[in-house]
């Protein structure tokens, strides 16, 4: 990736945002902290927990672009660890992603939109989502799309870099 591009790691209690020949950002916030905290652990989260954990995330975000406004000209960004490739894989129906795999955010919406009107039971049905993800994939696509709104990006890398396919 070029300089100044941005790689997001969603880990389950935080996310680092690391900037190609520049800084680096951790967020306290990641899919299992949204769950416990702001989703409260919902069967299909209420409109307004959702509203939360999409504003807890962008709230951290606005720090880091206080930081560096460089963030918001990003030439491109790409997400990586075990969450954001479960949601990608949840996103395509498949247990592997191809190696150029983006992401586009009406996709991303779509994705959202069709996980939290289904209750976990339902949820675990889709193809492409580990059951160890069916709690925590609506607090990733909450990390996603609030970064996605924030930086105003129309899509995204997600990269497997970690081996998982």
Do not use: K
């Amino acid at each position: 990736m070029s300089p100044g591009s941005l790689t997001i790691t969603v880990a389950d209690r935080e996310t680092t945002i690391s900037m190609v020949g520049g800084d680096e950002w951790t967020l306290p916030v990641g899919p299992t902290l949204l769950v416990e905290r702001e989703l409260e652990r919902a069967d299909r989260p209420a409109p307004e927990q959702l509203t939360n954990a999409l504003g807890i995330v962008t709230d951290h975000l606005d720090d880091v672009v206080r930081a560096s406004a460089m963030v918001l000209n990003a030439p491109a960004v790409a997400f990586t660890g075990r969450h954001a490739v479960g949601l990608g894989r949840v996103e395509r129906g498949l247990d592997t992603l191809p190696a150029d795999y983006t992401l586009a955010r009406p996709d991303a919406d779509e994705v959202f939109r069709t996980l939290v009107a289904e209750p976990i039971a339902d949820r675990l049905h889709n193809p492409g989502l580990d059951p160890a993800d069916v709690e925590t994939v609506i607090g990733t696509c909450c990390v996603v799309l609030a970064v996605m709104r924030r930086l105003e990006r129309t899509e995204v890398m997600i990269l497997d870099d970690i081996g998982m396919s």
